[in-house]
């Protein structure tokens, strides 16, 4: 296969990813898009009709309004929708289901491979742009019994749950709204969390009176200071010695960060999160002509402090990285920022 030449390549097609190659396209850049999988591809995985903590102007990206049919904050599926039109209103190309798998730094910039349909596909690029998020694994517990079939990491249908024992292990809002949500469709559930109260700066504020109404009620069981250490077909050892019946796991304990691309670009990674290290005013890594961008920049985090919503100005520094203009102010810090 031939090798492809361009000025930048994005890797990750995200809100922030597509938000830039909006930008790219507008300044008459010329790039190449690649993502391992769809467009907004962990937005995907959200269960069906999740609402986002945002507000829709703060998720909006290139400009275009979002708009949901009942004002309110957007669901899932209306956001998946959202960044389709952008992708169609701008005529943006995204080669989807491309992965990365090496990156190579030489003197004109990288050489970039990638795998599109089982076919090699080869970029040469001046410089780089990883876009590629922060929630790339689940995390594990390294417990017996974590891989067994009726243990899952994601909330898929709250209906497979109907009338039957689930656990659900964290206490975080993804956690609670899988609680709160299989609770209403019928399931007996029992939530373990390894703190002894609900942080409800991490949960949506609209879900918090709730769940602390339900558990105080006894209608949903709360085991606080407590962590699996065993799973096994109808059982769940936890570390305060006490066992709960569960036909269901539901393991909601946050996700980790695949630094994979970073190390084979060189890209060093600091602090306890092993998020990347780059120049704030530019984005640029300590790799000359690579940048990161969106999520990305925060590494594994464990309390989010990098949204969608504060991302956006990412957008403006590398473009102004890439023109040698001046890049844009500091937008005033967020009084709380809604993600």
């Not at 938000?19 to 591809?41: F, M, N, R």
């Not at 903590?53 to 957007?74: C, H, M, W, Y």
């Not at 730094?105 to 690029?125: C, E, Q, W, Y």
């Not at 659900?168 to 993804?174: L, P, R, Y």
Request: with cysteine; charged share 20%; aromatic share 8%.
């Amino acid at each position: 296969m031939d090798t492809i030449r361009t000025d930048v390549l994005v890797v990750g097609a995200g809100p922030i990813g597509l938000e830039l190659a909006v930008a790219l396209k507008s300044e008459g850049i010329d790039y190449v898009h690649l993502d391992a999988k769809q467009i907004g591809y962990t937005i995907s995985w959200f269960p069906s009709q999740t609402r986002f903590f945002s507000s829709n102007e703060r998720i909006a990206i290139a400009g275009v309004p979002l708009q949901t049919a009942d004002q309110s904050k957007a669901s899932r599926e209306e956001y998946l929708a959202y960044l389709r039109s952008v992708v169609e209103q701008f005529n943006l190309k995204v080669h989807t289901y491309t992965p990365v798998v090496a990156i190579q730094k030489n003197s004109d910039g990288f050489l970039i491979t990638a795998h599109n349909a089982g076919d090699p596909m080869h970029v040469r690029a001046k410089r780089l742009v990883l876009c590629t998020g922060g929630t790339d694994h689940p995390r594990r517990l390294n417990i017996p019994g974590e891989d067994l079939p009726h243990v899952s990491r994601y909330l898929r249908d709250p209906h497979m749950y109907f009338r039957k024992r689930l656990l659900v292990v964290g206490g975080k809002n993804s956690a609670v709204e899988s609680a709160l949500r299989c609770h209403h469709v019928g399931a007996e559930v029992t939530l373990s969390y390894r703190r002894e109260r609900l942080d409800e700066k991490s949960i949506k504020y609209w879900l918090i009176p709730e769940i602390n109404g339900l558990i105080a009620a006894g209608r949903i069981t709360g085991l606080f200071n407590t962590m699996p250490t065993e799973i096994k077909p109808g059982e769940v050892k936890l570390s305060s010695s006490q066992s709960v019946p569960a036909d269901f796991v539901l393991m909601q304990i946050g996700f980790e960060q695949d630094t994979t691309l970073l190390a084979m670009a060189g890209v060093e990674l600091v602090g306890d999160c092993r998020a990347p290290s780059y120049d704030p005013r530019t984005m640029e890594t300590n790799v000359p002509g690579m940048y990161v961008a969106g999520t990305a920049v925060g590494g594994t985090q464990d309390k989010y402090r990098v949204f969608i919503e504060n991302c956006h100005v990412h957008v403006g520094r590398i473009l102004a990285s890439l023109t040698g203009t001046e890049p844009p102010p500091a937008p005033a810090p967020l009084g709380v920022p809604e993600s």
